[in-house]
């Protein structure tokens, strides 16, 4: 039996921000205050699928190290959860956490 499955951009958008709340540094995701603009934004056009994050850092935390981080962290896991690896995981950082 031959066949192909796809998995939806809801469910890459819940499995890329677990990935993205699991990195030391990130305090949480920023959802917009526009309508149907979340926190984490995937997009699975022509087949290319592309991942942004808004994020909210912890006080003090490195913005390129957390930000690399968390990139590398989402493509491995979409790659490893779904078998769809990124093109790109752009990292938005919104807010910084206020110190502890």
């Known amino acids: 039996m031959?066949?192909?499955a796809s998995v939806a951009v809801d469910v890459l958008a819940s499995y890329a921000a677990d990935a993205a709340r699991g990195v030391a540094g990130v305090r949480s995701l920023v959802e917009s205050r526009?309508?149907?603009?979340?926190?984490?934004?995937?997009?699975?056009e022509e087949?290319?699928?592309?991942?942004?994050?808004h994020?909210?850092?912890a006080w003090?935390?490195?913005a390129p190290e957390v930000g690399g981080e968390v990139q590398r962290r989402v493509a491995d896991y979409l790659e490893r959860m779904a078998g769809a690896r990124p093109q790109a995981v752009d990292v938005v950082v919104d807010e910084i956490g206020p110190p502890s």
């Open 2 to 4: 031959e066949g192909n």
């Open 34 to 44: 526009l309508p149907r603009h979340g926190a984490v934004r995937v997009n699975g």
């Open 47 to 53: 087949g290319r699928i592309t991942v942004e994050l």
């Open 55 to 57: 994020l909210e850092l």
């Open 60 to 62: 003090g935390a490195s």
